[in-house]
């Protein structure tokens, strides 16, 4: 009788935990989101030009094609013309790992404007299954939700791409 309630204790204190860790370690937007106006870590106050590229696969090939996308936009637009975000979710978080074999790319990327946006709902689901929270690389911005994100986005005038 006392199993599920200790259960149940366990899974509302790792929630909370997820919930601070990813607002206290990483860059977020959990506490600072409204859906009518979109916020941004990169400050771009001439691009002219948006784009958001959804990533929600777990195939390395997938994401460095996204990259690609995301560089091959910088160097048409120029880099202070365009802004570029790019959201993670479900299967495709994992890019945005500490340890993904495209975390040097996102850094690099990430110092060329581009946002790498992490879903903080797969983050909680990723967090039951581990027993921990997914670290992910610096450079990720925590969000509410990848999809809510994209909508957010794509009402604002982004176009939409997924590679």
Request: proline letters at 6%; a neutral charge.
């Amino acid at each position: 009788m006392t199993r599920p309630i200790t259960r149940c204790v366990a899974l509302v204190a790792l929630a909370l935990c997820v919930a601070g860790a990813a607002s206290a370690a990483q860059r977020s937007m959990l506490d600072d989101f409204s859906f009518d106006q979109p916020k941004f870590v990169h400050d771009l106050p001439f691009a002219t030009h948006e784009l958001v590229l959804q990533v929600s696969s777990d195939d390395p090939q997938t994401w460095n094609l996204a990259l690609n996308n995301a560089n091959n936009v910088l160097k048409y637009f120029g880099d202070d013309k365009v802004r570029v975000v790019v959201v993670a979710f479900g299967p495709g978080l994992r890019m945005l790992l500490k340890n993904s074999p495209v975390a040097a790319r996102i850094a690099s990327q990430d110092g060329e404007g581009i946002e790498f946006d992490a879903c903080h709902k797969t983050m909680e689901g990723m967090a039951r299954k581990l027993g921990h929270l997914p670290v992910l690389v610096p450079q990720a911005v925590v969000v509410p939700a990848g999809l809510v994100r994209v909508m957010q986005l794509e009402k604002a005038g982004f176009a939409y791409v997924r590679p």
